[in-house]
């Protein structure tokens, strides 16, 4: 089964600060990993999808990496902003169809 | 373009009812799924709907049920609710073709109270 981790739980940073937020999962055997940003009791947006083949994507100041090798992503924030705070969390399929989400981390940026 | 939607929006129940929640996919996309979020976790995958035909479950008993319609729109059912029920869920859609290649759109989710 697989196991999907997201470090830190949470995180606090000052705007302005560029910031990097980790996922790591166990079966490197993925077709592809999405980032999703989730409001307080809101639905997920999503953020950005990388397919297997790819190593990066990027849209506007969000710029995330896959090394499937060895079992990780990083989603990096440029420049956060206040509005930018929310929860992230990453997500997996497996070859069945079923996606593994990690718990999430919860990115506060402070004025 | 409409996106995911999901109704109601917020629910109450007491245990040992049923409950349907509804969710009709984003425009052009025929595969639905069904996610679990309890507060402070990420979702759990419930099942997913493909061509009216559950093609993947998750770890969660049968009192969890589903349906998708020719439309391609889909219902969530619960029996015999337990306390534990009480959650955030979520829907979400992707695109024709359906692998699991393909990126999710989520709608807004229902939350679902279990007194």
């Known amino acids: 089964k697989q196991e999907v981790t997201q470090i830190p739980a949470a995180l606090s940073v000052p705007e302005g600060e560029n910031l990097v937020l980790n996922c790591s999962f166990t079966?490197?055997?993925?077709?592809?990993l999405q980032w999703f940003r989730q409001d307080p009791g809101k639905g997920l947006t999503s953020l950005l999808l990388i397919q297997s083949s790819q190593r990066e994507q990027t849209s506007g100041r969000l710029n995330a990496s896959l090394d499937k090798s060895s079992g990780r992503s990083t989603l990096y924030i440029a420049a956060s902003q206040p509005g930018d705070s929310a929860t992230y969390l990453c997500a997996v399929p497996n070859t069945g169809n079923q996606f593994y989400f990690g718990t999430g981390t919860s990115l506060t940026v402070i004025p | 373009d409409a996106g995911v939607t999901q109704s109601p929006t917020h629910l109450i129940k007491t245990r040992g009812q049923q409950v349907t929640l509804r969710c009709s996919p984003k425009s052009g996309h025929d595969t639905v799924s069904w996610y679990q979020q309890a507060l402070g976790q990420g979702p759990q995958f419930i099942f997913q709907?493909?061509?009216?035909?559950?093609?993947q479950r998750g770890n969660f008993p049968d009192r969890f049920s589903g349906h998708q319609f020719p439309n391609y729109s889909s219902e969530l059912n619960v029996n015999a609710l337990l306390l534990g029920d009480s959650a955030l869920y979520l829907c979400?859609?992707?695109?024709?073709?359906?692998?699991?290649?393909?990126?999710?759109?989520f709608g807004p989710g229902t939350r679902l109270t279990v007194l």
């Open positions: 709907y493909y061509e009216e035909e559950e093609r």
């Open positions: 979400a859609s992707s695109f024709p073709g359906a692998s699991s290649y393909n990126e999710q759109f």
């Open positions: 079966d490197s055997a993925i077709y592809n």
